[in-house]
């Protein structure tokens, strides 16, 4: 019997491929195709069947109904200001540098800096911005990209730059807790108790299926996160590099407890210290304060006038 069948293309799904067969013998044309019902398919691994990844899910859960619940995992914008110390080996000259700074989940924030002699960004340092006797210097970044803007106009942040920031979101508490826990392709793994900056904490670890993880370790009594913790690798040395933040000092505001005080470390070494003097969530905050235009290229020398 001659089989009528149209031409498939090699690179259509298997599952695809499968359907269409057994239709393509016995029919003809003037007759609609019987549904053929396909075999069951393999069950789909539960990557967290698993007393330990039950443990691992259990504490993480106590720590969201702790941090405030559904405020907690649902607040759209945050905002914050206090004054923060650059640090090199643990060490800084700075008296500390008042800032603003507003986040909008999942992907905007804005960095600002005023009135600072000295100005050391989130991301590094830029030295000396002067601007008609004051200092000025805004960061946003909105999605994949990040604008800079000082007293020469507003260029992008250099791609290193914006690498390491987003690789920081990618990390941070928010997305730990809105994104990688509902993923299920992420593992969940519990790893017992440690002491961490003196408190009793419990520590869980999440793994996407890049390959890619996250360590967070709570407040065995408060179930507060206490530290954030995650590695990568140089591309040009390939050496490992490890980041942390650490939280400390929470207080309540508008039914979310949410830390004043966040250490940065690299490689053990203390980068930057930040200390919130308010906060507070669901601002109406236009869509202007994160958006910019790139109007020079620092690369190129400004022109003489």
């Known amino acids: 019997m001659a ?75 945050r905002e914050e200001t206090g004054r923060y110390y650059p640090l090199y080996h643990g060490r800084t000259n700075s008296t500390g540098i008042p800032y603003n700074y507003y986040v909008e989940y999942p992907d905007k924030d804005r960095f600002e800096v005023i ?39 507003t260029a992008a942040v250099e791609p290193l730059d914006l690498e390491n920031h987003l690789r920081r979101r990618r990390h941070s508490l928010e997305w730990v807790f809105r994104k990688w826990i509902r993923d299920p392709n992420v593992a969940l793994f519990s790893d017992g108790q440690s002491v961490v900056d003196g408190k009793v904490c419990e520590g869980v670890t999440l793994l996407n299926s890049q390959n890619d993880s996250v360590s967070v370790y709570l407040d065995l009594n408060t179930h507060y996160p206490v530290k954030i913790e995650y590695s990568w690798r140089d591309p040009k040395d390939k050496q490992k590099n490890v980041e942390e933040e650490h939280y400390d000092n929470y ?9 004043h005080s966040i250490t940065r470390y690299f490689n053990g070494e203390t980068s930057q210290q930040r200390f919130i003097a308010t906060a507070s969530y669901n601002q109406k905050l236009p869509d202007s304060m994160f958006e910019a235009a790139v109007t020079y290229d620092p690369k190129v020398p400004l022109k003489k006038r």
């Open 251 to 259: 207080k309540l505001v508008q039914s979310i407890w949410t830390p």
């Open 3 to 77: 089989m009528k069948a149209g031409p498939m293309k090699l690179l259509r799904p298997l599952a695809f491929l499968l359907l269409l067969f057994p239709l393509a013998y016995g029919q003809k044309e003037t007759e609609p195709p019987a549904r053929v019902p396909l075999p069951p398919g393999p069950a789909s691994v539960n990557l967290n069947d698993s007393d330990n990844a039950r443990k691992a899910r259990a504490i993480l859960d106590q720590t969201i109904e702790a941090m405030g619940g559904q405020p907690y995992l649902t607040y759209e914008n």
């Open 115 to 153: 009135h600072t002699k000295d100005i050391f960004l989130l991301e590094g340092s830029v030295g000396n911005v002067k601007v008609k006797g004051q200092f000025d210097l805004v960061q946003i970044f909105n999605g994949d990209k990040g604008y800079e803007t000082t007293y020469k106009g």
